[in-house]
Nanobody
């Protein structure tokens, strides 16, 4: 069974940095794509950044130039480096992993809170 473990959230002042990590386990197959989503209170969950197994990345306009998504060599861990954080980045951040073979489907982490104070 695929399991995702997230870490790295916390409280930071505006302008600061945080790095989120998400490690996937329970599958002999590598994910086809990994992503970070976030959900702020009263808002819908939105895509923050994604990366494919081929290394292609995609970012929400609101985080371009500030956030960087990357994956470990084993391709079962994804990171989100968040710089120049703003109060509007405050949200619960969720890791998403998509398998195209093996345990086909989408899997979600438990979420990690990121709070940016002004």
């Amino acid at each position: 069974q695929v399991q995702l473990v997230e870490s790295g959230g916390g409280l930071v002042q505006a302008g600061g940095s945080l790095r989120l990590s998400c490690a996937a386990s329970g599958s002999a197959f590598s994910p086809g794509a990994m992503a970070w989503y976030r959900q702020a209170p009263g808002k819908q969950r939105e895509l923050v950044a994604s990366i494919t197994s081929g290394g292609s990345t995609n970012y929400a306009d609101s985080v371009k130039g500030r956030f960087t998504i990357s994956e470990a060599n084993a391709k079962n861990t994804v990171y989100l480096q968040m710089n120049s954080l703003k109060p509007e980045d405050t949200a619960v951040y969720y890791c998403n992993v998509r398998f195209f073979s093996g345990p086909i489907g989408d899997y979600w982490g438990q979420g990690t809170q990121v709070t940016v104070s002004s």
